[in-house]
């Protein structure tokens, strides 16, 4: 099995920064594309960002420019790096990955970290 372990969340003032961490442990063979993905209260769960294993990255229309996915595939490891925050970026950030675990690529998601925009 593949777990997830996302950390970095928290209380941050609107115009702060957080940055995020999600790291991968288990039985990995290989990493496909990780991404982050959010869900506030009420809403449905959004894609933020997502990058491949080669480094190709994409960030939802909402964060261009303010947020930064980066990966080390040494480490097994994804990072979201917020800058500007908004009290609308508040929600659950939850990593997700598709990893080669020697049975197929299967999909696999953290448990989640809240990050509270607010003054």
């Known amino acids: 099995q593949v777990q997830l372990v996302e950390s970095g969340g928290g209380l941050v003032q609107p115009g702060g920064s957080l940055r995020l961490s999600c790291a991968a442990s288990g039985s990995i063979k290989s990493i496909n594309t990780m991404d982050w993905y959010r869900q506030a209260p009420g809403l449905q769960r959004e894609l933020v960002s997502s990058i491949s294993r080669a480094g190709t990255t994409i960030h939802a229309d909402a964060v261009k420019g303010r947020f930064i996915i980066s990966r080390d595939n040494a480490k097994n490891t994804v990072y979201l790096q917020m800058s500007s925050l908004k009290p609308e970026d508040s929600a659950v950030y939850s990593c997700?990955?598709?990893?080669?675990?020697?049975?197929?690529?299967?999909?696999?998601w953290g448990q989640g970290t809240q990050v509270t925009v607010s003054s």
């Open positions: 997700h990955a598709e990893v080669w675990d020697g049975d197929g690529f299967n999909s696999y």
